[in-house]
């Protein structure tokens, strides 16, 4: 009984509705993705899927370094394989445009080690 | 209609059945199966319980974002809200960013409220999952 239970919940709840990543909310607004090697790139959302595939319209990548300020390097549409997303971030209009970028020195995000 | 039983009747059906369960009888065990499921909902219900309270979310690439938990999906996406990286100034790259989903397959660690977490709650859960559920 304890099993047909447990199994009618297992499937409830992880096969039922495999809803993708709740990023509906964000479709049309200005997101930041860093990407699994370290990359941000800025855009905005046209569509997603299941696998957190992101299609990104007006994309640039945003290169920090510690010798140069930030470098915009345009990159148009683009789709983003959702393996290699590991952050999508909102991004704040108003925050967005105080900041500073040819004074900002940073070392470049590390890449993700699983 | 009547369905008479005679023995030769019986005795295909008893053939058939030995079929279908040598089809079945492969070397699999169903608690195997159903105990990975489990544990895999065990966390989702146990983040889903934490929504609302003040995370940190180190990752695999050791970025660590705080924020409050905004919600929890099955492959422990998390998505956090009123976010800032506990080290802005080594890593001012999400200086403008609020709210973020973050995918679950590069969170190294959650880092959890201390009264957040009803410990012996958690043992119990998770000893009955190693168990084989």
């Known amino acids: 009984m ?36 370290g990359r941000n790139i800025v855009g905005v959302i046209k569509g997603f899927d299941q696998a957190t595939n992101i299609i990104l319209d007006e994309s640039h990548e945003r290169v920090y370094s510690t010798k140069e300020g930030v470098q915009q390097l345009v990159l148009g549409l683009y789709i983003i394989r959702g393996d290699n997303i590991s952050v999508v971030g909102e991004l704040d ?5 105080a900041l500073d970028l040819s004074n900002l020195r940073a070392h470049p995000l590390m890449p993700v080690i699983h | 209609m009547k369905i008479k039983l005679t023995s030769a009747s019986y005795s295909v059906r008893s053939i058939k059945f030995s079929f279908c369960s040598n089809l079945l009888a492969k070397p699999r065990k169903p608690s195997l199966f159903l105990g990975r499921g489990i544990e895999i909902i065990l966390f989702f219900s146990y983040f889903k319980d934490l929504v609302g ?6 990752l695999k690439n050791d970025l660590a974002i705080r924020g409050t938990l905004h919600s929890v999906d099955q492959y422990l996406n998390i998505k956090l809200e009123n976010t800032r990286v506990v080290d802005q ?7 403008s960013v609020r709210n973020c989903f973050i995918r679950g397959s590069v969170v190294r660690y959650v880092q959890l409220p201390p009264d957040g977490v009803d410990i012996e709650l958690l043992h119990d859960a998770t000893r009955r999952e190693a168990r084989g559920g």
Do not use: W
């Not at chain 1, 009618?8 to 709740?22: D, E, N, Q, Y």
């Not at chain 1, 209009?93 to 445009?97: D, G, M, V």
């Open chain 1, 2 to 37: 304890d099993l047909i239970f447990s199994c009618v919940l297992v499937i409830s709840i992880f096969f039922k509705r495999a809803t993708g990543p709740g990023l509906e909310s964000l479709v049309d607004q200005t997101i930041l993705i860093i990407t699994n090697d």
């Open chain 1, 93 to 97: 209009e108003e925050l967005y445009s």
């Open chain 2, 53 to 58: 309270r003040e995370v940190t979310v180190e």
């Open chain 2, 89 to 95: 100034d080594k890593y001012p790259h999400m200086l």
